[in-house]
């Protein structure tokens, strides 16, 4: 069973940087897909980055974010980072942290009905 806890978020002024951390049960912090997405009001929810906890570490990107964001993992302490730099407004969203078990990432690592386990989130507000 996967538990999986949100942090780092807060108010930054646009151009700024956060960087949230997702800490996940020692069960699974191995060869699993964690993702992050967002969701603000009004809108679906968006997958962001994804990273394969397991060999190769292969990383996903959605276009907004490409140059900005990196995912990155630190297996020693069963946590996945999300470093956000030159944050927009348009980025202000909830940030949810989600898994899928002994499973590679894939093509459609986007789509939030492929995980069965969440977070429950953390807030980011980027201020003009």
């Known amino acids: 069973q996967f538990r999986l806890e949100e942090s780092g978020g807060g108010s930054v002024q646009a151009g700024g940087s956060l960087r949230l951390a997702c800490a996940t049960s020692?069960?699974?912090?191995?060869?699993?897909?964690v993702v992050w997405f967002r969701q603000a009001p009004g809108k679906e929810r968006e997958g962001v980055a994804a990273i394969f906890t397991g060999p190769g570490a292969d990383t996903y990107y959605t276009d907004s974010v490409k140059g900005r964001f990196t995912i990155s993992r630190d297996n020693a302490r069963d946590t996945v980072y999300l470093q956000m730099n030159s944050l927009k407004s348009d980025d202000s969203a909830m940030y949810y942290c989600?898994?899928?078990?002994?499973?590679?990432?894939?093509?459609?690592?986007?789509?939030?009905?492929?995980?069965?386990?969440w977070g429950r989130g953390t807030q980011v507000t980027v201020v003009s």
């Open positions: 989600a898994a899928r078990a002994l499973s590679t990432c894939g093509n459609r690592w986007y789509e939030a009905r492929n995980y069965g386990f």
């Open positions: 020692e069960y699974a912090s191995t060869s699993n897909c």
